[in-house]
């Protein structure tokens, strides 16, 4: 039985001669690479112990499964897409915000939503930060696929987890061979019974603009080149789903114009599965592409995984139990339905405290993250209140501790839930109540 203890002992940042990816009072190691630490640093052990997993790169788990087949779908389209799978995740606030063009005052530069290493580098919080990095220069590919993990400070459930993974696709065309590089590539035929709806159009004047710099014939062979090769995407990682069912819907990204989103039918509910559009003109030119214009797209591989293979909580992801990437082992020869293994019983706990001003819930979970490791499954904000006289707000929030291979005991729970109410208050400076 695996214990995860060690995750009770890590202080925020702490020194760690062995891991390729540490802290010290001072600089940071990333893969190798030293950067310096500022005041702008809000790395934590945590994340910083994710950074060498590299899922993508697993033999058999399901992260890297999906990127497979992904990549072989793109490839049967056209065999000229270059494949990327080995970049760092830290990168300069350049490339994630300003290249994309993000405005100054973007909410997602906000220190509570980004992990900084220091003022001017991050942990990328989306694959599109290597964009202008892999488009400069001449290329000869047609485009590429790029996979990495991504870091985003985040709420804490099911669902969420500050490390994920995305695939980027890009696919440039020469401006001026458009028509016939866009009708070279091989599409499979959508099944008849395809249930697909797409109130959106290729563009709309007022919600979902053409670029200036864009011609409209182009723009829209662009955008269907992209609708038509995203709907074969689904249709060959999803196929044998015959109620699948799928819809567009318009988005905004700064980095693109028009922009969509596709959702999928899961559950009883949509679910989004990515986001893409025809590229800013301003990236292909300031990338030495002038002559070309392109579409891109980025899309989460759990939520896939998640849907394909029916794994109901993220964390698994992580798990280094056998149980759950044996499962994984016959993929190519087999349709894969995850089995749960047993699940042990959660335990909650509750912390109420009064906070400082400036504090954000994500610097709560983030503790969490720190102090219980995996045993976090979810955190909820169960309530909130403003004193009327001194106009201080009290937050309660409810911890739920699950273990995925043990069953913990309440000792256990208590241990680990005084760090939380210790460290919350020494990190984030809150007055904890009762
Ligand atoms: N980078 C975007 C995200 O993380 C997704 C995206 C990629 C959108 C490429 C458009 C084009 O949400």
């Known amino acids: ?216 014939k182009d723009s829209e062979l662009v955008a269907l080149h992209l609708k038509r090769a995203l709907e074969g995407l689904v249709w060959h990682l999803f196929g044998s789903d015959k109620n699948l069912e799928i819809r567009w819907i318009e988005a905004y990204f700064p980095f693109t114009s028009p922009s969509w989103e596709m959702e999928v039918m899961y559950q009883g509910k949509w679910l989004e599965l990515l986001g893409c559009g025809v590229i800013q003109q301003k990236i292909l030119d300031d990338s030495g592409n002038p002559d070309k214009i392109g579409w891109a797209f980025g899309l989460g591989l759990e939520r896939i995984a998640m849907v394909m293979f029916g794994i109901p909580d993220i964390r698994l992801f992580w798990s280094q139990d056998s149980r759950f990437l044996s499962q994984f082992e016959n993929h190519t020869t087999k349709q894969i339905t995850f089995q749960p293994y047993s699940k042990y019983p959660a335990c909650y706990k509750d912390v109420s405290f009064w906070c400082p001003d400036g504090f954000h819930d994500n610097d709560m979970f983030e503790v969490v993250r720190d102090m219980a490791g995996d045993l976090a499954e979810d955190v909820a904000l169960i309530d909130t209140f403003k004193n009327p006289k001194t106009g201080r707000t009290s937050k309660c929030f409810r911890i739920n501790y699950r273990s995925m291979d043990r069953t913990l005991s309440n000792e256990d729970v208590d241990i680990i839930q005084d760090k939380v109410r210790e460290e919350v208050a020494r990190r984030c400076g809150v007055e904890l109540r009762g």
């Open 1 to 216: 039985m695996r214990m995860r203890m060690t995750w009770l002992v890590l202080p925020q940042i702490r020194r760690h001669s062995t891991a390729t990816s540490t802290s010290t009072s001072t600089s940071t190691r990333i893969l190798g690479a030293t950067f310096p630490t500022d005041a702008a640093t809000n790395l934590s052990a945590s994340v910083l112990e994710r950074i060498p997993r590299r899922l993508h790169k697993v033999p058999n788990h399901p992260i890297a499964i999906i990127k497979e087949r992904i990549e072989d779908y793109f490839v049967k389209t056209n065999q000229n897409y270059k494949i990327v799978d080995s970049l760092s995740p830290a990168v300069s606030t350049t490339q994630n915000f300003d290249q994309l063009l993000f405005d100054k005052d973007h909410s997602s530069r906000s220190p509570s939503d980004t992990y900084y290493v220091n003022k001017d580098t991050v942990l990328r919080t989306h694959t599109s930060a290597h964009q202008s990095e892999v488009l400069a220069g001449k290329q000869s590919n047609v485009g590429y696929l790029l996979t990495a993990d991504v870091y985003r400070r985040d709420e804490i459930d099911l669902s969420h987890y500050p490390v994920f993974h995305q695939m980027e696709g890009i696919r440039i065309f020469d401006r001026k061979a458009l028509l016939s590089e866009s009708s070279a590539d091989t599409f499979a035929p959508l099944p008849k019974g395809a249930k697909i709806t797409d109130p959106t159009g290729l563009s709309n004047p007022e919600t979902n603009p053409l670029q200036v710099a864009h011609a409209q």
